[in-house]
């Protein structure tokens, strides 16, 4: 096999985002793909594009997130006009909805905490009780006290978003190769060797992008990715007409009408199944949000495991030991896409992610301090 | 183009409607049997594009004979059997919830 500029280790959202972006400045691409033994959280995820109470703890998460946020609709443009796929990206503003004053109360705790923080990127988050939230969301139940609004925070089609990035890549000429996970990972002079069941793949940088599967791999170029699966649950129902412009956190109508469910949160290992009691509670919360679902049939659930970090935060760095090889991960794969295509590769590519940006996101911050 | 098999046409006269229109069908008969035979090919339009669709697999699989039936949208035609008195819509693109 021939030598290639960039070797990405994953063909889900965050490997294809980044191999797009690369592909954009002229490199030549492999994107090596496991399989479908992959857990494939790209394909079981809810598709927002979130900015609003990201980033508590770690400031440059805010300001990361937002600029992903912002680039977003640059990067449906480019993809429509490349592969006439429309990623349905809109930006309408969206709602995190209380059902008790309790949870009302926590949520604008967090909030304040979130934007006290030194260096937090500023942004517009308002919180309407249920008088003025039903004048943005008509049909909120009942049990509705209140909500916060981010009119940053936005939805994307997350499989046409895959979708289009892999026919990008194409198009532009990368390499895809399925079924062909990575083994091994040495040197060969300056370039990476890496070995797969279908030979051996050379070149000259390296990013892992491989989801849960970067815990393996990161150690094979000096670095460690401390990931763990955490399971969401998803319920979405037939198609219904439009009746929900906005996207909220538990629930979003698709640009084709069907209306997703979801935001469940399990430490559940690898076990991707399905659970009726968390589905029961989900369906049960939407319903309370908006009565009128209550006859609306479901008609798929679905279990997929989040890419987690032990802070919850992406990691991006570059192997001090191998310089070329990057490690990329993140659990919000649909939200960054336009950072990892449009703001990280092009540092990649210049074989570089700048201190300034980056070094917040070192998988470094997990190592035990020795003590003083 | 659709007909009745002769031993159906013993059977005793249900009488529904279809948009308000009446029509006969035969007690047994699901609702998208008694559609095909009363010349009605066409039951919905898709969702998404607008397409028109009609009763295919007949057999509970295919979904493409969704109908409104006494006011419930998205029945499957071909799995509910017709009675006196049903007031079966056809539906235009998808279902309306209320807010």
Redesign the interface.
């Known amino acids: 096999m021939g030598a290639f500029d960039v070797a990405i280790v994953g063909g889900g959202l965050v490997g294809t985002a980044v191999a797009y972006g690369l592909a954009r400045q002229g490199a030549r691409i492999a994107v090596l793909d496991e399989g479908d033994v992959a857990f494939r959280a790209s394909r079981g995820n809810f598709g927002l594009v979130w900015v609003q109470s990201k980033g508590l703890g770690m400031p440059e998460y805010a300001a990361w997130t937002k600029a992903s946020s912002d680039a977003w609709a640059g990067l449906r443009d480019a993809l429509r006009d490349e592969t006439g796929i429309d990623t349905a990206f809109a930006r309408p503003g969206g709602f995190h909805v209380c059902l008790t004053d309790g949870e009302m109360e926590r949520r604008r705790e967090q909030n304040k905490r979130l934007h006290n923080q030194p260096d937090m990127v500023p942004y517009e988050v308002r919180f309407l009780d249920r008088k003025d939230a039903l004048d943005l969301l008509?049909?909120l139940g009942p049990e509705v006290v209140g909500v916060s609004y981010c009119p940053l925070d936005g939805h994307a089609n997350p499989l046409k978003l895959l979708r289009a990035l892999h026919a990008a890549l194409a198009r532009r000429g990368a390499a895809y190769r399925s079924n062909t996970p990575v083994q091994r990972i040495e040197r060969s002079g300056d370039a990476f060797a890496l070995t797969t069941p279908a030979g051996t793949i050379l070149s000259g940088k390296l990013i892992l992008a491989a989801g849960l599967g970067n815990a393996r791999l990161a150690p094979m170029v000096g670095m460690t990715a401390p990931v763990r699966p955490q399971r969401g649950q998803i319920l979405v129902t037939?198609?219904?007409?439009p009746?929900l412009k906005h996207p909220l956190v538990t629930v979003r109508q698709t640009d084709?009408?069907s209306v997703m469910i979801g935001d469940s949160l399990e430490e559940a290992g690898f076990d991707d199944r399905v659970g009726h009691a968390v589905v029961a509670m989900m369906a049960d919360r939407a319903v309370k949000t908006?009565p009128?679902?209550r006859?609306?049939?479901v008609v798929r659930t679905w279990g997929a495991l989040r890419v987690m970090t032990p802070d919850g935060f992406p990691i991006y760095q570059q192997s001090a030991e191998h310089p070329g090889a990057f490690l990329v991960t993140c659990h919000s794969g649909v939200t960054l896409a336009a950072g990892h295509a449009l703001n990280l590769a092009p540092h990649v590519a210049a074989g570089c992610l700048p201190d300034a940006a980056f070094a917040a996101f070192s998988a470094r911050r997990f190592d035990v301090r020795a003590a003083a | 183009m659709f007909a009745r098999l002769p031993d159906l046409k013993e059977r005793a006269v249900v009488r529904l409607t279809v948009d308000g229109r009446a029509i006969e069908a035969r007690a047994g008969e699901s609702v998208a049997a008694a559609l095909l035979l009363s010349g009605v090919l066409v039951v919905r339009t898709t969702?998404?594009s607008g397409a028109p669709r009609g009763p295919f697999c007949m057999m509970g699989v295919c979904f493409d004979c969704l109908v409104s039936i006494d006011g419930?949208p998205?029945r499957q035609a071909c799995m509910v059997t017709v009675r006196d008195g049903m007031q079966v819509e056809r539906m235009q693109?998808?279902?309306?919830?209320?807010?």
């Open positions: 008509p049909g037939e198609r219904v007409a009746f084709e009408g908006f009128a679902l006859g609306v049939r | 969702p998404v419930e998205n693109g998808a279902r309306k919830v209320d807010p």
